[in-house]
């Protein structure tokens, strides 16, 4: 075997010998200790991930779950929702403005503030009040460049340059740079449907604070609680009536109108317009005859339709009945007459359902002699007529009543005049013959359906004293009692049977089917009401010939009462339509119609054209009504309402009186000289 050959200049190895101490063996231990240690937590992490990697295949793979709604919503929007009532519009509010919305019924939104601010300057802090003046009029448009630059220059600490800015005016001048320019956060109201419900709405003031309307009364309700404010009013309803109501105005050349819908059960407002209007963005430049509410403010005589209140009083006090006839012929007080139109020609004598279909002041007249003033004056502080409607309206004006009630007041006010009401009073007075008999309480805000609350839960929440205030704080505290059928049930007091107000409903029909209100019929919607025409008084007092208010006053469906719907003309012109006629069945009655026939299935109310015959008859009312036996009718031979009669125990209960006041300062003298002998 060769053996290689050395190589001589590679040194040979060193042998070393080393010692192995106890210290080294303990560190060798140590780390050997600390690497089962690292291999144990390595494999502790290596079994959590594979946990976590069987769980998000089972989570993502497997049985994915549903995304949570915060982790999507910044990228999906919300699915929408089926929201007839609109109470998903309830919930919202912008954080940055303290003055709450205001919706309808429907969550349709009527008045909301957005988010403006204040630009303003400290004069002595700035440079060049020119160059500021012109780099501000690149952003702020309408800016007077003279007008600024002189009030930048004024020895001030604080001088306003522009209000309710928007965001991005504010954010372009912020980004100037300017120094001593300030900025001041603020909200300014704005109405988005411009024209609707405009008296209803009001405005509110530079500092954001109701002056008129609705604004105005829930001022303190609107800036305490954020939450929209939902009023009773439908949009789609309000629109309707106000187009209807402008044809009408327009078509007749009235120089204002207004019209209602109101609920009679609930007494919610749906629908409440004024003519003419105006945009309520712009109610600093609306004239006064525009902000002018005609159905609240103003004060007009009922005419015709106050007959139905006149006719519910007698039946009411029992002082007549259905079968009683009362004398149509003219009626003669001083130098005034009493008559009817000279086309109109009645029979002497008229039963009650002729009275109000054919509408006859005289005989209007003997009904109110019938019951006499004493109780007349009554009937009408009962029914809410000597004060305000009670309405959340802060406008609501205070109806014009007699002071003395004698007898000729007795008989004007039986057929309409001598007495000045707003139109809702006689709306509320007309729903209250035809719901059951209640007077119920005209409301902006929407009632909800439900159970109220005792009155044991009140007290014992010790909330009796603050429920008006509550109510106005909280809208939903406010809600209806629903009966059987399903309609809401009346709350208020009672001022008419329920026997009473079911024929009541019969005569209004009457009115329409065979009466001077047949221009109102709406087929399949069984209209009643009652038409209206009153000479209108004018500036210096006195009537003004041949210058009318023409209203009617109208419900429906009459079989089941649901909706009153009332329209106003002031001083409407013939057409050659009307044949020359400026009377309410010819422009009011009309218009009533076309409303109902438009807002009928928008309150979820459709015509029924194919039970209008059995309906018709169950409500249907002879004009001549049998007298039971063994009753003597009013009438011929029998009419306490006799105006000479009348008149007769007038003069002699006045004759009586002055009697007694003699002998009473007779007694007074009499015993006055006794003391003086003593």
């Excluded at 909200?187 to 604004?215: F, S, W």
């Excluded at 809208?475 to 009672?494: E, I, W």
Aim: include cysteine.
């Amino acid at each position: 075997m060769a053996v290689p050959p050395h190589d001589y200049d590679t040194p040979p190895p060193v042998t070393r010998t080393v010692r192995v101490t106890g210290e080294d063996l303990r560190a060798r231990a140590h780390r050997d200790q600390m690497h089962v240690r690292l291999l144990g937590v390595a494999g502790g992490f290596c079994l959590l991930f594979a946990v976590v990697a069987v769980k998000l295949s089972i989570a993502t793979v497997l049985h994915p779950m549903a995304p949570e709604k915060r982790q999507i919503a910044s990228q999906v929007p919300e699915i929408p929702k089926i929201d007839p009532k609109g109470s998903l519009a309830g919930d919202f509010s912008l954080p940055q403005v303290h003055r709450a919305s205001i919706v309808d019924r429907n969550g349709q939104t009527l008045a909301l503030s957005l988010p403006v601010a204040q630009v303003y300057a400290n004069p002595q802090e700035l440079i060049d009040p020119q160059d500021v003046t012109k780099k501000l009029k690149t952003v702020l448009k309408d800016l007077d460049e003279e007008e600024t630059t002189r009030r930048l220059s004024l020895p001030k600490q604080f001088v306003y340059i522009a209000r309710n800015i928007t965001p991005q005016q504010e954010l372009a001048i912020n980004s100037m740079g300017i120094p001593g320019i300030y900025f001041e956060a603020g909200e300014r109201r704005h109405y988005p449907l411009g024209h609707m419900a405009a008296q209803i709405m009001g405005t509110v003031d530079i500092d954001d604070h109701g002056v008129a309307g609705v604004e105005r009364y829930f001022d303190k309700r609107l800036m305490s609680d954020h939450r929209p404010l939902r009023l009773s009013l439908d949009v789609r309803v309000q629109s309707v009536v106000r187009d209807e109501l402008a044809n009408a105005m327009s078509t007749f050349q009235a120089i204002g109108a207004c019209a209602i819908v109101m609920d009679v059960r609930t007494g919610e407002i749906i629908a409440m317009v004024s003519l003419p209007d105006y945009d309520v963005n712009e109610f600093s430049h609306a004239t006064n005859d525009a902000r002018f509410n005609r159905a609240v403010t103003g004060l007009y005589e009922p005419g015709s339709t106050f007959k139905l209140q006149t006719a519910a009083m007698g039946l009411e006090t029992g002082t007549i009945h259905i079968w009683d006839r009362f004398s149509s012929t003219p009626i003669h007080i001083g130098r005034f007459t009493i008559s009817d139109m000279k086309n109109d020609h009645f029979a002497p004598w008229m039963t009650l359902p002729e009275v109000m279909a054919f509408s006859s002041n005289p005989a209007a007249a003997h009904i109110a002699l019938d019951v006499g003033g004493t109780r007349q004056a009554q009937w009408f502080r009962d029914m809410g007529f000597f004060a305000p409607v009670p309405i959340e309206l802060p406008e609501a004006a205070r109806p014009l009543v007699p002071h003395q009630w004698g007898i000729s007041t007795t008989m004007t006010v039986g057929f309409g005049h001598g007495m000045a009401e707003p139109p809702l009073a006689i709306v509320r007075g007309t729903a209250a013959t035809v719901n059951g008999g209640i007077l119920v309480t005209p409301t902006l805000l929407e009632k909800e359906e439900g159970p109220a609350p005792t009155q044991e839960a009140a007290l014992s929440q010790g909330v009796q004293n603050a429920a008006l205030e509550q109510a106005e704080a909280d809208t939903s505290m406010d809600r209806t009692t629903v009966g059987s059928d399903g309609l809401a049930v009346p709350q208020g007091q009672r001022v008419i049977s329920e026997k009473n107000s079911a024929l009541l409903r019969r005569l209004l029909r009457l009115d329409v089917t065979g009466g001077t209100g047949r221009t109102a019929e709406s087929p399949g919607y069984f209209v009643g009401g009652k038409t209206g025409t009153a000479e209108k008084i004018g500036p210096h007092g006195g009537y003004l010939k041949h210058v009318n208010i023409s209203a009617f006053t109208g419900i429906f469906p009459m079989n089941a009462p649901r909706y009153a719907v009332y329209v106003m003309l002031d001083s409407p012109k013939p057409t050659p339509q009307t044949h020359g006629w400026t009377t309410a069945g010819w422009n009011a009655a009309p218009t009533v119609s076309k409303i109902v026939s438009r807002i009928g299935p928008m309150l979820q109310i459709f015509p029924d054209t194919a039970h209008a015959a059995q309906i018709d008859a169950s409500m249907a009312l002879p004009m001549h009504p049998a007298v039971p036996r063994g009753v003597r009718p009013l009438g011929p031979g029998n009419d306490p309402g006799d105006p000479r009669k009348a008149e007769a125990e007038h003069r002699a209960a006045k004759a009586a009186e002055q009697k007694e006041r003699a002998a009473q300062k007779a007694a007074l003298k009499k015993q006055a000289q006794e003391v003086m002998d003593e």
